[in-house]
């Protein structure tokens, strides 16, 4: 169950700040956010079946079809669950209708003025740190069971069937599957699946949700590696652990060096640059992403240079580095207290990888998973 007066706390300060009487969320992880239930009822539709409102009141609008059921089976008894004929208005135009104004919504509702949904779905609350943490051990169990059956004839696209298969079974989503054999993952940094066998070693990346939580990790698998494999994924994986440990460096305030602002997404893109150059594959960077804050998204924001998204804790973080047919992945906490990696079962090996000097971090290792060889 989330925690509604958490929740209600941050929504009543929003409205103090804007100046306004209402504000909605239908897109899948603000109502998830929200209310812990799910308003998906088709994958594709960038908005769900229902709309969650806060006016000082906790409100669900939803047409005839789905209201009786949400109330049922997806929502807190705290919300009141107001339903439309499914013939004669589309949500918007309900919400609109219903909602004292001014408001605000994360969906295209007439009227309204847009609401970032991300700055309010950070931090996360006690509640979310909990799921999060049993979200992490169920991902990482399919998927580590997975590979460690994997052989080098599998096709990529029976992989990630079976770790859709898997995660299902924990009731867990998954938005993103990638399965890249040898070939393919020294081609491609997003190897989505094909008939092409897996070869010599497997890159498997998975991002799963549940209750609107989203935990991200890859595991490789290595059965006859090539040449430079190993420093390669030694070196993408000391970019991870700079990563971590400049997040928590940003989040404490100690990263900069500078005014009074917090440290941004683009301090610590700065850091994970530098730590690139360090191990000596100074344009890997240009290749791909590298990651960010995740929690109610893949991810909340992604670090690019430049980036002005604040870092803060207590927070997740799905750092994933990558040089060319390597990649380093794991959904870790970061908070004032410590930072523990979720996406963990303790079944799988692991590395003590050293941060990279650069910004005065704190040099301390971080845990990360490691190859398999087979």
């Not at 700055?119 to 979200?135: F, G, I, K, S």
């Not at 004839?153 to 770790?163: H, L, N, S």
């Amino acid at each position: 169950m989330v925690d509604l007066a958490a929740r209600t706390e941050r929504l009543d300060a929003y409205l103090a700040e804007r100046g306004l009487e209402a504000v909605w969320f239908a897109r899948p992880n603000g109502f998830a956010w929200l209310t812990g239930g799910d308003n998906v009822v088709d994958d594709d539709a960038t908005t769900g079946v229902a709309a969650a409102g806060y006016d000082g009141e906790l409100r669900v609008i939803s047409d005839n079809i789905e209201a009786e059921r949400l109330a049922a089976e997806e929502l807190p008894d705290a919300f009141a669950v107001e339903s439309f004929p499914w013939h004669a208005d589309s949500l918007p135009e309900a919400v609109a209708e219903r909602s004292p104004a001014p408001a605000a919504a994360d969906f295209d509702v007439p009227g309204f003025e847009a609401v970032d949904g991300s700055r309010l779905r950070q931090p996360l609350t006690d509640d979310d740190v909990e799921r999060y943490r049993e979200l992490g051990r169920e991902v990482a169990a399919a998927v580590e069971t997975v590979c460690r059956n994997l052989e080098p004839e599998d096709p990529e696209y029976e992989v990630a069937a079976g770790i859709d298969i898997s995660l299902a079974s924990r009731d867990v989503d998954t938005p993103v599957v990638l399965v890249g054999g040898a070939e393919r993952a020294q081609s491609f940094r997003h190897y989505t699946p094909t008939d092409a066998a897996l070869g010599d070693y497997a890159l498997v990346s998975v991002t799963a949700e549940r209750a609107g939580l989203y935990a991200s990790m890859t595991r490789t698998v290595a059965f006859d590696a090539p040449d430079r494999f190993e420093e390669r994924h030694r070196a993408a994986a000391r970019v991870a652990a700079t990563a971590v440990r400049a997040t928590e460096a940003a989040a404490a305030g100690a990263l900069s060096g500078g005014d009074e602002a917090p440290d941004t997404a683009g301090d610590v893109f700065g850091v994970i640059r530098d730590a690139y150059d360090a191990v000596g594959f100074g344009d890997e960077w240009e290749n791909h992403h590298q990651g960010g804050a995740a929690g109610f998204a893949g991810r909340e924001w992604f670090a690019t240079p430049g980036g002005d998204e604040p870092v803060r804790w207590p927070m997740g973080y799905a750092w994933n580095p990558t040089v060319q047919g390597t990649k380093s992945e794991d959904t870790h906490l970061v908070a004032p207290e410590l930072t523990e990696r979720l996406t963990k079962t303790g079944r799988w090996p692991t590395h003590e990888v050293e941060p990279v000097d650069v910004g005065g971090l704190d040099g301390e290792p971080v845990e990360l998973a490691a190859p398999v060889i087979r």
